[in-house]
């Protein structure tokens, strides 16, 4: 050895992780990656299983105020022999968060009738966890189990489960092809109600009255209507070039209204719908204040869509809605009106027929109490 020696170790030489322990690295890596997985996926079905708890006890306070305006457990739209409507259920309006639920399967059941002898209803839901609930008018939030959950609702099974025996009630609020009366808790959005009243003319001629340029009657004709079976007719009486009829809706200074109807001329040619909108206030007509004139695009069964959208100025407590048509000459021909729809929103809305995706029925199709999610 040299004077004072030498390192005998190349200076350039390393050290490395040899392959058992990069092993031990890999599965211990693994391990530590599972569990976050576990825990991470149990915070998730917990707080979905707490969303969907929430949900079903925020509907049931809506039912139960329902139940002292009606003096009763609202019913559900079928019964335990399966007859009537399961997707209706009248008079609720419900939002929550969609995310949380099986959207996989038939969802949020609504249960009403008599258990020993006492009037109650029932809530039950399914988690995107799995895991179920029910909301009881007797004992609150609770699991829910011994159901087999199916893309195909099952009411009365449900019921049964929930202990109730026949004659009950049931509807349920989602189904994955999602073209059903009661599932406006699966849309996000604002709620639209129908301001029009009688708007598609399926009883009787309630809430119109005649405008100008037509005979001081008018009838309801029973067949062929743009919606359901009936709409409102009445005859030019020569006098004016723009026949008009009117019916009011209740407004507030500021909103948004925006409107769709439909109108056919019979016997005389028209040139474009026409909607006059007015502000009205104590049942007079003070102004018109938007005015437009839709172009004439008949269907094979005479039908024009039209469709206007306007802000609502101050100092009325209504607009009167003066709808028709214009014609080249004094009009003498029959003019029919049918499926009026006014919301507040900037968004015109499809006029819902009760077949109408994504709109839904609060209670008998063509009611002008229907509401349903935004378009």
Same mark, same amino acid.
């Given at each position: 050895?040299?004077?004072?020696?030498?390192?005998?170790?190349?200076?350039?030489?390393?050290?490395?992780?040899?392959?058992?322990?990069?092993?031990?690295?890999?599965?211990?890596?693994?391990?530590?990656a599972?569990?976050?997985?576990?825990?991470?996926?149990?915070?998730?079905?917990?707080?979905?299983?707490?969303?969907?708890?929430?949900?079903?006890?925020?509907?049931?306070?809506?039912?139960?105020?329902?139940?002292?305006?009606?003096n009763?457990?609202?019913?559900?739209?079928?019964?335990?022999?399966?007859?009537?409507?399961?997707?209706?259920?009248?008079?609720?309006?419900?939002?929550t968060?969609?995310?949380?639920?099986?959207?996989?399967?038939?969802?949020?059941?609504?249960c009403?009738?008599?258990?020993?002898?006492t009037?109650?209803?029932?809530?039950?839901?399914?988690?995107?966890?799995?895991?179920?609930?029910?909301?009881?008018?007797?004992?609150?939030?609770?699991?829910?189990?011994?159901?087999?959950?199916?893309g195909?609702?099952n009411?009365?099974?449900?019921?049964?489960?929930?202990?109730?025996?026949?004659?009950?009630?049931?509807?349920?609020?989602?189904?994955?092809?999602?073209?059903?009366?009661?599932?406006?808790?699966?849309?996000?959005?604002?709620?639209?109600?129908? /301001?029009?009243?009688?708007?598609?003319?399926?009883? =009787?001629? +309630? #809430?119109?009255?005649?405008?100008? $340029? !037509?005979? @001081?009657?008018?009838?309801?004709?029973?067949?062929?209507?743009?919606?359901?079976?009936?709409?409102?007719?009445?005859?030019?009486?020569?006098?004016?070039?723009?026949?008009?009829?009117?019916?009011?809706?209740?407004?507030?200074?500021?909103?948004?209204?925006?409107?769709?109807?439909?109108?056919?001329?019979?016997?005389?040619?028209?040139?474009?719908?026409?909607?006059?909108?007015?502000?009205?206030?104590?049942?007079?007509?003070?102004?018109?204040?938007?005015?437009?004139?839709p172009?004439?695009?008949?269907?094979?069964?005479?039908?024009?869509?039209?469709?206007?959208?306007?802000?609502?100025?101050?100092?009325?407590?209504?607009?009167? /809605?003066?709808?028709?048509?214009?014609?080249?000459? =004094?009009? +003498? #021909?029959?003019?029919?009106?049918? $499926? !009026?729809? @006014?919301?507040?929103?900037?968004?015109?809305?499809t006029?819902?027929?009760?077949?109408?995706?994504?709109?839904?029925?609060?209670?008998?199709?063509?009611?002008?109490?229907?509401?349903?999610?935004?378009?």
């Amino acid at each position: 050895m040299a004077k004072g020696g030498t390192d005998t170790v190349s200076k350039g030489a390393k050290s490395a992780f040899t392959i058992v322990e990069l092993l031990i690295v890999i599965v211990v890596i693994g391990i530590l990656a599972g569990i976050i997985l576990v825990g991470y996926s149990a915070v998730i079905n917990n707080a979905n299983d707490k969303s969907v708890q929430a949900d079903i006890s925020k509907l049931a306070d809506s039912v139960k105020l329902l139940t002292l305006d009606n003096n009763g457990v609202p019913d559900g739209g079928a019964t335990s022999s399966n007859t009537g409507d399961s997707t209706v259920l009248n008079g609720i309006r419900f939002k929550t968060n969609v995310v949380s639920y099986d959207q996989t399967v038939a969802n949020l059941y609504y249960c009403s009738g008599m258990i020993n002898g006492t009037e109650e209803f029932t809530i039950v839901a399914r988690s995107k966890s799995g895991n179920a609930y029910s909301y009881s008018s007797k004992s609150g939030v609770a699991g829910f189990s011994g159901y087999t959950w199916t893309g195909s609702n099952n009411g009365v099974a449900v019921c049964g489960l929930a202990g109730y025996t026949a004659p009950f009630t049931w509807s349920y609020g989602y189904n994955p092809a999602a073209n059903y009366g009661w599932y406006a808790w699966a849309f996000n959005g604002e709620v639209l109600t129908n /301001l029009a009243t009688n708007p598609s003319i399926e009883s =009787n001629t +309630t #809430g119109w009255a005649k405008y100008t $340029g !037509v005979s @001081a009657s008018m009838t309801r004709v029973t067949s062929g209507g743009w919606s359901g079976t009936s709409y409102l007719s009445t005859v030019g009486d020569n006098t004016n070039t723009i026949p008009r009829v009117y019916t009011d809706i209740p407004t507030s200074d500021g909103d948004v209204i925006s409107v769709i109807f439909h109108v056919k001329s019979t016997g005389q040619a028209a040139t474009s719908a026409l909607l006059a909108a007015k502000l009205v206030s104590g049942g007079t007509e003070i102004s018109t204040f938007n005015t437009s004139y839709p172009s004439w695009s008949p269907d094979a069964n005479g039908w024009s869509t039209a469709t206007a959208t306007f802000t609502v100025p101050a100092g009325g407590d209504h607009v009167r /809605l003066s709808m028709g048509l214009t014609s080249a000459a =004094n009009y +003498t #021909g029959t003019m029919g009106i049918d $499926g !009026v729809m @006014a919301v507040k929103s900037s968004t015109v809305p499809t006029y819902a027929d009760g077949n109408t995706p994504r709109w839904v029925w609060t209670g008998t199709a063509n009611n002008s109490a229907s509401t349903g999610p935004a378009l």
